[in-house]
């Protein structure tokens, strides 16, 4: 909640009572764009589907986002994030050998909001050029399609799917998280065949290694990768995390700890570029929170609080000319 209604207005408003879409049709008058994602089937039976508001408002852009689509077979399913990632196959590329896992933030769900968000700016765009307003659908479960592209081709003409090898990389080698003396797990790639002299000369300690017939091309490395983990396991277990990622920034090796939360709440980038605002929450405490990536040169980014459920519900209604009674009488009533 906090996460993501930072900067906004909370109106709470009961659906299913007239005089609560009556509130809402009032409302989308004068708006740019309405987002839903309702249950199947829920916007239609308000009167809240993109055909029925394209005839009430044709300024008005309806955004919605579905599991699997307003259309097709699985249009009337339910969709939760994990589910899509089954669905999509990305829980089969996640984990390790022995066991599948799942993406540890709600990926599914963040994509199709990204999707909506660039969807609803290209509608914006449009009707500011052509003046017509084209609604918008995307589906959680067709977002993540659209992330899965590089293994689904992968797999559609390679003939296999790219296995689940945890930190490691279906195609480079080396290439994942190694542990270290202090126990904390360093990840570093070699890229080309340059990296891979340098970090058998001046790190590995072994130069004749890059002219190895089991590691003298990239897919000679990735076919012996057992062999040559061992090796670099074996280098990276004798020295502390940090020397390691010295070592290997000295030899323009690109290389990363692999942090907790805690060590990425603390990241030294995001402190040195300011990028940490603090913004009241329900209740009169402030949270950390963080800037959008998106930086756009001298506009400064909306940093408001995090509104409590209905917070503004009194002041919106006012804004439509309300009476404190009438205010009262829906809210003695539960439509607000």
Known sequence: ????????????????????REILHR???DADVFVQNLAPGA????????TDLAERCPRLIPCTVSGYGTSGPW???????LLVQCQTGLVSLTGTAEETARVGISVADIAAG????????????TRATTGRAHPVEVSLFEALAEWMGQPAYYTEYGGSQPPRLGTRHATIAPYGAYRAAD??????????????AALCADFLGQPELAEDPRFATGSDRVAHREELDAVVAARIARSDSDAVLKDLRDIAIAC????DIAAFLDHPVLDARDRWRRVPVPGGATVRALLPPADLAGLPA???PVPAVGEHTDAILAELGRSPDEIAALRADAVI
Do not use: C, H
């Not at 909640?1 to 609560?20: A, H, I």
């Not at 916007?43 to 993109?50: H, K, P, Q, T, V």
């Not at 249009?75 to 994030?81: G, I, L, S, V």
């Not at 797990?185 to 891979?196: H, K």
């Open 183 to 196: 126990g904390k797990e360093v990840l570093f790639s070699v890229q080309n065949e340059r990296e891979w």
């Open 256 to 259: 990363a700890g692999v942090n």
């Open 43 to 50: 916007a239609g039976r308000l009167g809240l589907d993109a």
């Open 27 to 29: 409302l989308l008058d």
């Open 302 to 304: 909306r940093m408001d």
């Open 1 to 20: 909640f906090v996460w993501l209604n930072r900067s906004k207005e909370s109106l709470t408003l009961d659906l299913k009572d007239p005089r609560g």
């Open 75 to 81: 249009a009337d399913r339910k969709a939760y994030d």
């Open 114 to 125: 990204m999707y909506a968000y660039s969807g609803i700016l290209t509608a914006l765009y």
